[in-house]
């Protein structure tokens, strides 16, 4: 059985498939709605007109009524980073220190548009870094899942749903050096059918299948307020970096490290950071993966 779960804020609707886990249900929710911009706004009926959900009722309940209070905090959330910060305050309770989130690029897609996708970003900066300058994304075994529409899953899982090769095996054994050791990725797709990813990762991660369910939830609602904190930065006053400030965010692009961008530009490590900095706080933003990202979709760095 699967459930689609619509998510709508002012100019964007996001849906998940799949929504609920198999099993034994021992109960059944028909439907529900919540009138309310910036929430879970509609839950439709999988074919047979029931959704299962697995556990007693009592314990799902109190987990949903929990997670819809936990939803409305975050609404109000006026940046990505505080967002980010509500997330993981939210996932600690099952292991989560960080978090990736955006739709996915088209293939063959450039290292500056791959990056720009980011919405929601507290992945360790130097692995993000690794990462999209090594081409690494479309080797991703989980970014293979989310773009297959698989449902959501441990990484821990991913052998069992798919065949994982030698170069992805290397990227999942390279993100533990970052703490990045055990995940769950969340697949979903906008209504125009490009697909996301939403990932949680830590040294640790134990959801119980009631975390599982509620967090696909919280990570739709997410996702749909990061695209409206982005869409609030297009509509307001425009963003102005200094010429320098540019030169920096597009050496950091290329994946070029602090002391390599002070080399190629002739200038003391301390200064590259201080430009480093400084774009970042004028861009509203925590790193400088995220930094580039917001640069590449005001087009102030090509």
Request: positive net charge; contains cysteine.
């Amino acid at each position: 059985m699967s459930a689609k779960v619509v998510f709508e804020t002012g100019k964007r609707s996001f849906q998940i498939l799949r929504l609920a886990p198999g099993g034994t249900a021992q109960t059944y929710v028909r439907s529900w709605r919540v009138m309310r911009a910036g929430t879970v706004v509609a839950m439709t009926r999988s074919r047979s007109g029931t959704i299962p959900i697995v556990g007693a009722t009592a314990v799902w309940r109190r987990r949903l009524y929990d997670t819809f209070e936990f939803l409305n905090d975050f609404r109000k959330s006026s940046t990505q980073q505080q967002l980010c910060r509500s997330l993981l305050g939210y996932a600690k309770r099952f292991g989560a220190t960080n978090l990736l989130a955006g739709p996915i690029p088209p293939p063959h897609a450039l290292r500056h548009e791959q990056v720009s996708h980011v919405l929601l970003d507290a992945w360790p900066e130097q692995w993000s870094a690794r990462y999209f300058s090594k081409g690494y994304l479309f080797r991703d075994p989980t970014i293979q899942l989310v773009n297959r529409g698989n449902a959501p899953f441990l990484w821990s899982e991913i052998d069992k749903v798919s065949r994982v090769g030698p170069f992805g095996r290397r990227v999942m054994e390279e993100a533990t050096e970052f703490k990045l050791c055990e995940g769950l990725t969340i697949p979903f797709a906008t209504l125009e059918g490009q697909p996301v990813g939403f990932s949680i990762a830590g040294e640790k991660l134990d959801p119980d299948p009631h975390d599982r369910l509620a967090f696909q939830f919280v990570a739709a609602c997410a996702f749909g307020c990061a695209a409206n904190l982005a869409d609030r930065k297009w509509d307001s006053k425009p963003v102005r970096l200094s010429p320098r400030q540019r030169d920096v965010l597009s050496w950091a692009s290329e994946g070029f490290t602090v002391d390599e961008i002070a080399d190629r530009l002739g200038i003391s490590r301390n200064t590259a950071d201080t430009h480093l900095r400084s774009a970042r706080e004028r861009l509203g933003v925590a790193n400088t993966v995220h930094a580039v990202a917001e640069a590449f979709r005001h087009g102030l760095i090509a």
